[in-house]
Nanobody, 117 residues
């Protein structure tokens, strides 16, 4: 399984970005897909996740600003980020979980998001 993120970059505070996570093969097999982020000196944290049935969860810090979605036909997951803040600056990683009982999690290589004030 290969996950490739794209769409990161430099944006001013208040701006928007859309991240994409393209998977090799069908994403229908993934029970849960998610976006995580890691800022310098901090632990990786969950930003948002989406189940195969379309249920979503968000970190409190991004609720109302970020939207996660998935397009099974395109084997791609997205993270629409609006009203970006400097504290959103981090490397963003996509993840995909598969399996029952024993869950196997796959990670992408990450994409840098930098929000300037």
């Amino acid at each position: 399984v290969q996950l490739v993120e794209s769409g990161g970059g430099l944006v001013q505070a208040g701006g928007s970005l859309r991240l994409s996570c393209a998977a090799s093969g069908s994403i229908f097999r993934f029970n849960v897909m998610g976006w995580y982020r890691q800022a310098p000196g901090k632990q990786r944290e969950l930003v948002a996740r989406i189940t195969s049935g379309g249920s979503t969860n968000y970190a409190d810090s991004v609720k109302g600003r970020f939207t996660i979605s998935r397009d099974d036909a395109k084997n791609t997951m997205y993270l629409e980020m609006n009203s970006l803040k400097p504290e959103d600056t981090a490397v963003y990683y996509c993840s995909a979980d598969t399996g029952t009982g024993v869950i196997v999690r796959y990670w992408g290589q990450g994409t840098q998001v930098t929000v300037s004030s």
